[in-house]
């Protein structure tokens, strides 16, 4: 993107594939996808900067929707009530043109495909994540993406409740100049919904993760 500090369609699609690679997954090729775009979108870097040249050179965001049938929810507090929404929000235009990607930045949404194989996993991310978890529901049955910025839960009993198999981390490396994403993280995985004030509790060793395949 020209304007935009995030992934294009493109982009994703180029780390998905890289995705697959080290998974042992058989990736979709391009011409196995449907391509889409959106015209007219002006993204962060003219947000940040209100550049003339960046306003007169309109962006076009390109996806990549993946064959077969999904069905979405989000869950805007905890994980008990979801709400229908659509895994490429087609309405999104313009300068919302990025939205097209799950419809923006949900706390926890729940993606369902027709895949049969029992294989469900939990993607972590921030809004790089949007473009690339569509991906992920040409694989498994279920695809569970938690923005770590919004949800507050605890991971652990995330995993559990839901039989996740899988946990991929999907972050921009701009975060590993700080430390606000894995101190949030950190406070997921021992999240206490007795623990309202976001107070550091204790880690507790004995989380059985041992059934859970981590990839970053």
Same mark, same amino acid.
């Given at each position: %993107? ?10 994703? !699609?180029?780390?998905? #594939? ?7 997954? /058989? ?25 003339? *040249? #960046? ?7 390109? =996806? ?8 979405? &929810?989000? =869950? ?34 729940? *993606? ?11 993607? %972590?991310?921030?809004?790089?994540? $949007?473009?690339?978890?569509?991906? @992920?529901?040409?694989? =498994? ?6 923005? !770590? ?5 605890? @991971?652990? /009993? #995330?995993? $559990?409740?839901?039989? *996740?198999?899988? &946990?991929?981390?999907?972050?921009? &490396?701009?975060?590993? $100049?700080?430390?606000?994403? %894995?101190?949030? /993280? ?7 919904? !007795? ?7 204790? /880690? $507790? ?8 395949? *981590?990839?970053?």
């Amino acid at each position: %993107l020209k304007t935009d500090h995030h992934w294009s369609g493109r982009g994703a !699609y180029y780390a998905y #594939l890289a995705f697959c690679k080290d998974a042992g997954i /058989e990736s979709l090729k391009m011409n196995q996808l449907t391509y889409k775009f959106t015209t007219g979108f002006l993204g962060s870097m003219y947000g940040y900067t209100q550049s003339e *040249i #960046l306003k007169t050179n309109l962006d076009t965001v390109e =996806y990549f929707k993946i064959p077969g049938q999904t069905k979405s &929810v989000y =869950y805007p507090n905890g994980y008990k009530k979801g709400i229908a929404t659509r895994l490429y929000h087609e309405v999104s235009r313009g300068t919302a043109g990025y939205g097209v990607f799950l419809g923006g930045d949900w706390p926890l949404m729940q *993606i369902t495909s027709n895949n049969k194989n029992n294989k469900k996993i939990l993607m %972590l991310k921030d809004s790089y994540g $949007n473009a690339f978890a569509p991906f @992920l529901a040409s694989h =498994y049955e279920e695809v569970f993406v938690v923005d !770590y910025r919004y949800f507050n839960g605890n @991971l652990i /009993e #995330l995993i $559990n409740h839901f039989g *996740i198999t899988d &946990v991929l981390f999907g972050h921009n &490396v701009f975060v590993y $100049n700080s430390g606000y994403t %894995l101190s949030r /993280e950190k406070y997921l995985l021992n999240y206490s919904k !007795y623990n309202p004030d976001n107070k550091p509790v204790k /880690e $507790n060793d004995n989380n059985d993760t041992n059934k859970t395949n *981590i990839k970053k």
